[in-house]
């Protein structure tokens, strides 16, 4: 320590000008990166590491095509949605929308095909048929038919008829699927078996591929969005019209991160300069913190942008929790370099700055040491955000501590003594009340702490991680209204598959193609699917008798042989069909099945599947269609019926069929894991389809995942924060019984916080599960400050209580103003528009307030009941 000592005097304190510069130097070099600094609100950095569900979603759109989309929402402001006025401006937005680059299609109730309007017969499924701006089409009906239909009931239309949506389907980004396969194949390689030098070499290199890439898309993507809000106002005389989707969530929730960054650096800026103005009174305590937290975020952050890592959702705060531990550490150093001068006036500046540099080294040390160890535990977190924001608050501690170190002293050798002014600084008499209040109330002070133990116990067995996305903005952004509306009117919004495997058993005899084909040589020869033979009795005796012909639903015939052979040639001509289970009656029927119990699940809202076309099939029948008549069925469809209603739920090459839902959660009844096990629980064990042979993909899936996770991370996290502060309890203090009684008032703060969370019915989210950490790395501070400095006082008499007394008027003094600075300062984030932003403000100054309370009353009074100094003068 003291070869230490003398390299930093001749390196900082005998030339300060050099050291100042030096850090300005670094700054200034780091600060040339800071125009590459970016955020990302990706799905990727919103996922768990490693997630073979994560993998798994992005082979089924490859599949199945892009499932990136923005739904636009419009309601007319005048008359009904159906008058030619109103059609004709939702007419003129579609073809606007449909110009903008990146739009690969759009579909609205102005496209597509209606079935009962009037109603037709299934021969017509092979022909073009009317949409609703087609002549002579009957409004009327085909309002009736979006509501009630089963292809299109709660799709396009809300139940009330007056608002419509409609669904502009983005381009297939086909280099971002292969470039984020391709590295997370090696990072998956590496993680089990390792890298060879030129693996890790080519992983380098398509890792920093894909972040170019990405960060082309995702400014394509924000002016977008762009795009189709200001294409938009443009309606908007006319209509109420929202916006939703993926991306548009992902571009505001940037823009939301953007501006609490400003709103929340500007505002601290202020109350902090304000607070150490009425503090400290002087204006060099002003400049020299700010100095200290503006050099020490300009280097991280230009730092993270030169190597090009991005700040997420969650590590958007790492720059807050900086700035907290940042001025945290200069507060001490003013503070115990302001009670040297006052108790020492004659000693020389350099005396006085050794002074404070000599006796805040080491508690300094040890509390960034045990604030980096709080921080680390996150890392073994399977949170990919919430690992890099561990590792980003480890490098900007360390780095904090390095330049308070260098900016505070070396500037209070340049600034000089200046004046004391301990006569009209009464800031003490604060802290002494706790001292007083634990010195005459103990008891109570243990009974109060273990009353909030209790009920922390009751709010910690009441946290949940199921919460509702839309709950994380305010009501009055565009987000949450156009989720709102789309959530209760058209549909749900959090989208979920059901990719479904045909069983082994399903054998070719079994197929509708192999059946059709048995059909078309059967008794019934060149005129299998007469009219009448889609009667209820397929078999009657005299299924083609003229009168029945004639007074059957069907008397053109569409079953008849010409449309067979018209069927057969459009089928030949567009979709090579092969043999598949699914669209035989037995299939159709699991199918079915499965479907109706989870449209009866009140957190559900649209299902579709192959369902829907084979109800309407049936529909236009009659009667359920058999295997004849559904592999008729099929053969009849149109190249647009087949793309619209047969492609988005069949993959015939493999077998595979695909059951799309949406959630709803504006009602407050999703529970997402309970939700994806009724479904698994009724397939397998009511459906009897193999457990094998199911699987859930899809957004709500991946959260789902991401949120399970939670309850594991928040138990590793604690459980490896803990085990890493006591070691350094140990360490530092070489005492079993001072390392319990540090530790036990920072139990009690995470206890508080989280049993907080419980009983307020604030959810574990990305944001809250770092809120434990954080409120342990602080009490951990606050500990280890105040029993090193009440040893101190203890070695001067050995009395507990006066030394008590002391501690409290000195560095209790700094534990106060960092803890009232901080909690205040992040009362601003409540200005937010990102609700887990508000949380994390609030919670933050829950943490600190617990915290300071714990190091002011329970910490001391554990001292004075189990004397972990040894006997006292008194006893």
């Known amino acids: 320590m003291s070869a230490l000592l003398n390299f930093y005097q001749n390196s900082v304190l005998r030339h300060p000008i050099v050291a100042i510069l030096a850090v300005f130097a670094l700054a200034t070099a780091m600060a040339f990166g800071?125009?590459?600094?970016?955020?990302?609100?990706?799905?990727?950095?919103?996922?768990?590491?490693?997630?073979?569900?994560?993998?798994?979603?992005?082979?089924?759109?490859?599949?199945?095509?892009?499932?990136?989309?923005?739904?636009?929402?419009?309601?007319?402001?005048?008359?009904?949605?159906?008058?030619?006025?109103?059609?004709?401006?939702?007419?003129?937005?579609?073809?606007?929308?449909?110009?903008?680059?990146?739009?690969?299609?759009?579909?609205?109730?102005?496209?597509?095909p209606l079935l009962y309007s009037p109603k037709i017969g299934v021969a017509d499924l092979k022909h073009q048929l009317n949409t609703l701006l087609s002549p002579g089409v009957d409004r009327q009906l085909a309002r009736q038919e979006f509501l009630t239909?089963?292809?299109?009931?709660?799709?396009?239309?809300?139940?009330?008829?007056?608002?419509?949506?409609?669904?502009?389907?983005?381009?297939?980004?086909?280099?971002?699927?292969?470039?984020?396969?391709?590295?997370?194949?090696?990072?998956?390689?590496?993680?089990?078996?390792?890298?060879?030098?030129?693996?890790?070499?080519?992983?380098?290199?398509?890792?920093?591929?894909?972040?170019?890439?990405?960060?082309?898309?995702?400014?394509?993507?924000?002016?977008?969005?762009a795009d189709v809000r200001s294409l938009m106002d443009g309606y908007r005389d006319r209509a109420t019209i929202f916006l939703g989707g993926p991306d548009m969530i992902t571009a505001d929730m940037i823009d939301f991160i953007k501006s609490d960054l400003v709103v929340f650096g500007t505002g601290i800026l202020i109350f902090v300069i304000v607070t150490l103005a009425l503090i400290f009174r002087q204006l060099r305590w002003v400049i020299l913190p700010l100095a200290t937290c503006a050099l020490c975020l300009v280097i991280i952050l230009g730092f993270l942008s030169w190597i090009d890592w991005r700040?997420?959702?969650?590590?958007?705060?790492?720059?807050?929790?900086?700035?907290?531990?940042?001025?945290?550490?200069?507060?001490?150093?003013?503070?115990?370099?302001?009670?040297?001068?006052?108790?020492?006036?004659?000693?020389?500046?350099?005396?006085?700055?050794?002074?404070?540099?000599?006796s805040m080294a080491k508690p300094c040390l040890y509390t960034v040491l045990t604030t980096i160890v709080a921080f680390l535990s996150l890392v073994v977190s399977n949170i990919r955000p919430v690992i890099d924001f561990g590792w980003m608050m480890t490098m900007g501690i360390s780095l904090a501590l390095v330049v308070a170190f260098v900016i505070i002293p070396a500037g209070m050798m340049l600034l000089g003594k200046g004046k004391t002014r301990g006569g009209d600084d009464?800031?003490?008499?604060?802290?002494?009340?706790?001292?007083?209040?634990?010195e005459h109330h103990g008891t109570l002070v243990i009974v109060i702490s273990l009353g909030l133990a209790v009920l922390s116990v009751v709010g910690i067995t009441r946290l949940e991680v199921e919460n509702r996305f839309i709950?994380?903005?305010?009501?009055?952004?565009?987000?949450?209204?156009?989720?709102?509306?789309?959530?209760?009117?058209?549909?749900?919004?959090?989208?979920?598959?059901?990719?479904?495997?045909?069983?082994?058993?399903?054998?070719?005899?079994?197929?509708?193609?192999q059946n059709f084909v048995a059909a078309e040589n059967s008794e019934y020869g060149d005129d299998a699917f007469a009219d009448d033979a889609f009667a209820a009795d397929p078999f009657a005796e005299d299924p083609f008798a003229e009168e029945s012909s004639a007074d059957s639903e069907y008397a053109d015939d569409p079953f008849g042989d010409d449309a067979f052979d018209e069927a057969?040639?459009?089928?030949?001509?567009?979709?090579?069909?092969?043999?598949?289970?699914?669209?035989?009656?037995?299939?159709?029927?699991?199918?079915?099945?499965?479907?109706?119990?989870?449209?009866s699940l009140p957190e559900v809202g649209k299902v579709s599947s192959l369902v829907q076309i084979y109800d309407v099939a049936s529909d236009l029948s009659g009667h359920k269609l058999n295997d004849f008549e559904i592999a008729f069925m099929r053969k009849s469809f149109g190249d647009d019926i087949y793309r619209q209603m047969v492609a988005p739920y069949l993959i015939e090459d493999i077998d595979e069929a695909r059951i799309q839902l949406r959630a709803m959660e504006t009602q407050g009844l999703l529970r997402?894991?309970?939700?994806?096990?009724?479904?698994?629980?009724?397939?397998?064990?009511?459906?009897?389809?193999?457990?094998?042979?199911?699987?859930?993909?899809?957004?709500?899936?991946?959260?789902?995942?991401?949120?399970?996770?939670?309850?594991?991370?928040?138990?590793?996290?604690?459980?490896?924060?803990?085990?890493?502060?006591?070691?350094?309890?140990?360490?530092?203090?070489?005492?079993?019984?001072?390392?319990?009684?540090?530790?036990?008032?920072?139990?009690?703060?995470?206890?508080?916080?989280?049993?907080?969370?419980?009983?307020?019915?604030?959810?574990?989210?990305?944001?809250?599960?770092?809120?434990?950490?954080?409120?342990?790395?602080?009490?951990?501070?606050?500990?280890?400050?105040?029993?090193?400095?009440?040893?101190?006082?203890?070695?001067?008499?050995?009395?507990?209580?006066?030394?008590?007394?002391?501690?409290?008027?000195?560095?209790?003094?700094?534990?106060?103003?960092?803890?009232?600075?901080?909690?205040?300062?992040?009362?601003?984030?409540?200005?937010?528009?990102?609700?887990?932003?508000?949380?994390?403000?609030?919670?933050?100054?829950?943490?600190?307030?617990?915290?300071?309370?714990?190091?002011?009353?329970?910490?001391?009074?554990?001292?004075?009941?189990?004397?972990?100094?040894?006997?006292?003068?008194?006893?």
């Open 672 to 875: 997402r894991a309970d939700l994806l096990e009724k479904i698994r629980d009724y397939a397998v064990n009511e459906v009897g389809i193999a457990p094998e042979n199911i699987r859930f993909t899809g957004l709500l899936v991946l959260y789902n995942n991401m949120l399970q996770s939670l309850y594991k991370s928040q138990i590793l996290t604690l459980g490896a924060v803990f085990v890493g502060i006591m070691f350094m309890f140990l360490v530092l203090f070489r005492s079993v019984k001072i390392s319990v009684i540090a530790i036990l008032p920072n139990f009690l703060a995470a206890g508080i916080v989280l049993g907080g969370m419980g009983l307020g019915g604030i959810p574990l989210d990305m944001m809250t599960i770092t809120i434990a950490a954080i409120t342990v790395g602080i009490g951990v501070d606050h500990a280890i400050h105040y029993l090193t400095r009440f040893q101190a006082e203890f070695k001067i008499d050995g009395d507990y209580i006066a030394s008590m007394h002391r501690a409290h008027a000195s560095i209790g003094l700094a534990l106060f103003y960092t803890a009232i600075t901080i909690i205040a300062g992040f009362s601003i984030l409540a200005l937010s528009n990102f609700i887990p932003s508000i949380y994390f403000g609030l919670l933050t100054g829950l943490a600190m307030t617990a915290a300071l309370l714990g190091s002011m009353t329970l910490l001391p009074k554990l001292i004075l009941i189990t004397k972990p100094l040894g006997p006292g003068r008194t006893d």
């Open 426 to 438: 009464n800031s003490a008499s604060f802290t002494s009340v706790f001292a007083r209040f634990t």
């Open 311 to 358: 700040l997420t959702v969650i590590s958007s705060n790492f720059v807050s929790l900086l700035l907290i531990i940042t001025l945290a550490l200069t507060m001490h150093l003013i503070v115990r370099y302001r009670e040297l001068h006052r108790s020492q006036p004659n000693a020389t500046q350099e005396q006085l700055v050794i002074g404070t540099v000599s």
């Open 471 to 513: 709950d994380y903005f305010r009501s009055d952004t565009e987000i949450y209204q156009g989720m709102e509306i789309i959530d209760a009117s058209l549909g749900g919004t959090t989208p979920m598959d059901i990719i479904l495997q045909a069983p082994t058993f399903a054998s070719a005899d079994q197929s509708g193609e």
């Open 149 to 225: 239909s089963p292809i299109y009931k709660n799709l396009i239309l809300s139940p009330d008829g007056e608002t419509t949506g409609m669904l502009a389907t983005l381009e297939l980004d086909q280099k971002y699927l292969d470039l984020v396969n391709h590295r997370d194949a090696l990072r998956l390689t590496k993680s089990q078996q390792g890298l060879t030098p030129e693996q890790q070499l080519e992983l380098d290199r398509v890792s920093q591929e894909f972040l170019d890439y990405r960060t082309a898309k995702a400014a394509e993507t924000h002016q977008l969005v």
């Open 568 to 599: 057969g040639d459009s089928a030949d001509n567009g979709n090579q069909l092969k043999d598949t289970y699914w669209f035989t009656s037995t299939g159709l029927a699991d199918l079915e099945k499965l479907q109706t119990f989870i449209e």
């Open 34 to 112: 800071l125009p590459n600094f970016k955020l990302d609100a990706s799905a990727d950095s919103l996922t768990l590491e490693h997630d073979d569900d994560l993998n798994y979603f992005r082979q089924v759109v490859q599949r199945y095509g892009s499932d990136n989309f923005l739904i636009v929402t419009f309601s007319p402001k005048q008359g009904d949605l159906f008058d030619d006025e109103n059609l004709q401006t939702l007419s003129s937005l579609r073809d606007d929308l449909a110009k903008i680059k990146g739009v690969e299609s759009m579909l609205s109730l102005l496209d597509v």
